[in-house]
């Protein structure tokens, strides 16, 4: 069944026609939604597309490289911190956009460099990843004293630091992003990281990548270094993860250990499973409406959230193993299979 | 025998697990172009030998050299780089992926992304793949699997192949072909094949190099492994003269 699913989103085969179609409407049907709904709902969406970007980074290194990082939070609170207290520090937020993606890359790197170059197995990687964002969350959370400022930005332990300037025009730095405008910026980085991860897949590097997740002894027996590439996978999703937790911080605006917590690592493992974790788009999906569940659970008086999404995750892991998305394409594929038969 | 001829040799190898000595001090030499089975009773020390040859073991103590090249402690993926071609016992292919991309992984690595294209066909059509070429991997018959990992070898292009009991669980007809394609393969490579069914061996070999005890016992022709006393007391026994 599984080999089923793979096939049905071949990484090597180029998109079709209708592929472009579906994103280049999407994203259009969004970047115009500004213009028809509401504010507070284009504000709730926002925080939905700056989670699809984490979920995206976790289903790049779990669903194509078989990396399950545990912790992929350690490189989305680590973003939102580096761009809160550079902006902070130096009023450039630009440049502390850059800076959000470079220090948790710098960070995968170092971490990824030990794990995979010590050669260490999968799920220890997974343990690991998670210890260390728990260890980030830990740390952060014991920095409440007044000792504890980098710069001139106190860190604030517990109560996290709730003045994160607002992202600024590149060009233009006397003018704030608006609501609308955010929206819109969330919009784009999301369509273009999915785009370039769907067309990263179908490369070389890509299918390489893929080939590890299949069988990675094979790999390196046809003389590809797998170490080499599953490191860059790493950081490279440490950077999308670390862009995510940038536009987090900044949508909140918090930046606040909870980033790093246990309850938003098992968040992304939620997305991507409920999402399907063999494609890209399914973890949009996931994060999108796992998130958008919590809040209407919210909305009408469930106090036991958590226990309605461990439902939910059970529900997807013993019936629907592969996702809401590939399990509602296997289901048309049936369909279609039935209706040519007549 | 010219020692530039030499394309593979390992000096007193040795390979300890603990207080046993699986290989115990090996020196073995090979010719550019030969086509060598290796054989013995079980635990004789040839799997050992073989993962050693590939990288996936390290030696105790001892040399290995290709053409030239220390490889005692190379890793994996730097003996496929050298020309060195592996097929272990159990098909090691992309089950997920379809036939058409296991080749195309392979070839690749070699090409640029034009002649690869072209390797892919020449091997799906030397192997009569084509057409199950998108199909899965892991849906196609044992036989099968094992012919996609040879073809995935042959797009390599290596100097010297390795084979650990390619017929292990084929069918006669299917053990027929892979004879015809061993030969076809050392048309162009030096090949060394691991393996138990003496039958096959027959069919293939020119050398045969017998293990015993982690030593080799004896390494001559077929013919003459098959007539030496002290061979077929250890190792052929019942199954020697069936």
């Known amino acids: 069944m599984a080999l089923k699913i793979f096939a049905l989103d071949p990484p090597s085969t180029p998109p079709k026609w209708w592929w472009w179609l579906f994103v280049g409407a999407s994203a259009v049907i969004l970047l115009l939604m500004p213009e028809y709904l509401e504010l507070y709902v284009i504000i709730d969406l926002t925080s939905y597309f700056i989670f699809a970007l984490l979920a995206l980074s976790m289903s790049f290194l779990w669903g194509y490289c078989g990396i399950l990082s545990f912790g992929q939070t350690a490189f989305f609170g680590l973003g939102g911190y580096g761009y809160t207290v550079l902006a902070l520090n130096t009023g450039d937020t630009t440049g502390s956009i850059f800076f959000a993606l470079a220090l948790p890359m710098l960070f995968s790197a170092i971490v990824g460099y030990f794990m995979i170059y010590g050669r260490i197995s999968d799920i220890y990687l997974s343990v690991i990843t998670l210890v260390v964002t728990l260890i980030l969350e830990k740390g952060i959370r014991a920095t409440s004293g007044d000792q504890y400022v980098i710069g001139s930005v106190r860190l604030n332990g517990q109560n996290g630091i709730p003045t994160v300037p607002s992202l600024k025009i590149p060009w233009d730095t006397s003018v704030e992003f608006s609501f609308e405008g955010f929206f819109q910026l969330a919009v784009v980085l999301m369509v273009l990281v999915y785009v370039g991860l769907r067309m990263l897949l179908l490369t070389k590097y890509g299918r390489v990548l893929v080939s590890i997740r299949e069988n990675e002894r094979r790999t390196e027996l046809l003389g590809y270094d797998s170490r080499k590439y599953k490191l860059s996978a790493f950081v490279l999703a440490g950077g999308i993860a670390g862009l995510s937790g940038a536009l987090f911080a900044i949508w909140g605006p918090l930046a606040h250990p909870q980033m790093f917590g246990l309850g938003r690592a098992a968040d992304v493992i939620i997305w991507v499973l409920v999402g399907g974790k063999a494609t890209l788009i399914g973890p949009i999906a996931g994060a999108i409406g796992i998130e958008y569940l919590k809040l209407w659970l919210g909305t009408q008086g469930v106090g036991q959230v958590p226990f309605f999404l461990g439902l939910v995750l059970m529900l997807f892991v013993l019936l629907f193993q592969q996702g809401a998305l590939p399990s509602a394409g296997m289901v048309l594929a049936y369909a279609q299979q039935k209706l040519r038969r007549r | ?242």
């Open chain 2, 1 to 242: 025998m010219a020692v530039d001829d030499i394309i593979l040799e390992t000096r007193s190898l040795v390979k300890r697990f603990g207080g046993v000595r699986a290989i115990a001090g090996v020196d073995f030499k090979l010719a550019r172009g030969e086509l060598r089975c290796l054989i013995g009773p079980n635990g004789a020390g040839k799997s050992t030998f073989f993962k050693m040859l590939t990288a996936q073991l390290r030696p105790t103590s001892g040399r290995i050299i290709f053409d030239g090249t220390d490889i005692t402690r190379a890793e994996a993926h730097q003996i496929s780089r050298l020309g060195i071609g592996i097929k272990n016992q159990v098909p090691d292919v992309y089950d997920g992926l379809s036939v058409h991309e296991n080749l195309w992984l392979a070839a690749r690595f070699r090409h640029d992304s034009r002649y690869a294209r072209q390797a892919v066909d020449a091997a799906l059509a030397r192997l009569e793949l084509g057409d199950i070429s998108a199909k899965l991997v892991g849906e196609l018959a044992h036989g099968q699997r094992q012919w996609v990992e040879f073809g995935m070898i042959m797009a390599l292009e290596p100097e010297i192949v390795l084979l650990d009991e390619p017929t292990a669980g084929m069918s006669v007809e299917e053990t027929n072909r892979t004879a015809d394609l061993i030969h076809e393969l050392n048309r162009t490579t030096t090949i060394i094949v691991v393996e138990h069914d003496m039958q096959f061996i027959r069919q293939i070999a020119t050398q045969v190099t017998v293990f015993h005890q982690g030593q080799i016992l004896a390494e001559d022709t077929m013919e003459n492994i098959q007539r030496n006393q002290i061979v077929r007391d250890i190792y052929l026994g019942a199954s020697g003269r069936a």
